[in-house]
T-cell receptor
């Protein structure tokens, strides 16, 4: 079957760095997405990786290793507003998105 | 209005009621989606419409009935729901159907079935 695994919850301190991991097993691979979802709000797009390596976008970076079925989202200089759920999703061979259950990130002062 | 809008934002209904959820996108996209989001579970794709034709129906019970009258509007008609259908229902749109385009989500309808 197809499966996306990510930690249920993580806690980090304001100003620090946090890495949220995502491992996947899917039938085919056509890219991996990260979305951010604040409580009670819509998910919003953060990044898309289809090739191996690191993509940097301001304080956020996303890494992909296709051979390992692994990705991570790196958040630097954490701010209180980064408290949210982070959703990992993989596009399979049929270009269907398979979603993880999300990682709830709690930022403490 | 900009982006993707959904109405109502909250809905409480009995198991014998009939109601409809509405989604509208103002982005000029040609694909629209309905998702179900339950606590601590992955997003479940329910329906996909591309160019107003349904291209995906992931074994969703017939008590959920989608309608896409044009590329900007999407409805989810609800009938004889069960308490386990209580969840957040999210609408999304994208330019081009398929899992390689960014999807834009609406704020969702929080549905409670009594």
């Amino acid at each position: 079957g197809q499966n996306i695994d990510q930690p249920t919850e993580m806690t980090a301190t304001e100003g620090a760095i946090v890495q949220i991991n995502c491992t996947y097993q899917t039938s085919g691979f056509n890219g991996l997405f990260w979305y951010q979802q604040h409580a009670g709000e819509a998910p919003t797009f953060l990044s898309y990786n289809v090739l191996d390596g690191l993509e940097e976008k301001g304080r956020f970076s996303s890494f992909l290793s296709r051979s390992k079925g692994y990705s991570y989202l790196l958040l630097k200089e954490l701010q209180m507003k980064d408290s949210a759920s982070y959703l990992c999703a993989v596009s399979d061979s049929n270009y269907q998105l398979i979603w993880g259950a999300g990682t709830k990130l709690i930022i403490k002062p | 209005e900009t982006g993707v809008t959904q109405t109502p934002r909250h809905l409480v209904m009995g198991m014998t009621n009939k109601k409809s959820l509405k989604c509208e996108q103002h982005l000029g996209h040609n694909a629209m989606y309905w998702y179900k989001q339950s606590a601590k579970k992955p997003l479940e794709l329910m329906f996909v419409y591309s160019l107003e034709e349904r291209v995906e129906n992931n074994s969703v019970p017939s008590r959920f009935s989608p309608e896409c009258p044009n590329s900007s509007h999407l409805f989810l008609h609800l009938h004889t729901l069960q308490p386990e259908d209580s969840a957040l229902y999210l609408c999304a749109s994208s330019q081009g159907q398929g899992g390689y385009n960014e999807q834009f989500f609406g704020p969702g309808t929080r549905l409670t079935v009594l």
